[in-house]
């Protein structure tokens, strides 16, 4: 079993920097792909963005290609979000996911944290 609890969130003007970072406790962290979804009201949970067990590969929706980066390290038990030029659509509860495999769908997801609040302003 795995737990996750998010933190960094907040209220940012649109253009400004959030880092967001996922604590995870469980023996076996380091065999879960982690991933970040976001969910925006009256919207579905949409995937943002993935990395491998390792870190050597990652994967991010079109939307924010350029402007996040997922970073992850095991020894620490924590996956990072770095979220840059962030924009009004970007406004979401952002989840972090621990799964068995390297895919978007977060059906295949099996842990979830229970989110924070990214609030973009323009």
């Known amino acids: 079993q795995v737990q996750l609890v998010e933190s960094g969130g907040g209220l940012v003007q649109a253009g400004a920097s959030l880092r967001l970072s996922c604590a995870a406790s469980?023996?076996?962290?380091?065999?879960?792909?982690m991933g970040w979804f976001r969910q925006a009201p009256g919207k579905e949970r949409e995937f943002v963005a993935g990395i491998s067990r390792s870190g050597s590969m990652t994967y991010y929706v079109d939307s924010v290609k350029g402007r996040f980066t997922i970073s992850r390290d095991n020894a620490k038990n924590t996956v990072i979000l770095q979220m840059n030029s962030l924009k009004p659509e970007d406004t979401a509860l952002y989840y972090c996911?621990?799964?068995?495999?390297?895919?978007?769908?977060?059906?295949?997801?099996?842990?979830w944290g229970q989110g924070t609040q990214v609030t973009v302003s323009s």
């Open positions: 469980g023996r076996t962290f380091s065999n879960y792909i």
């Open positions: 996911a621990a799964g068995p495999s390297f895919v978007t769908d977060p059906g295949r997801y099996d842990y």
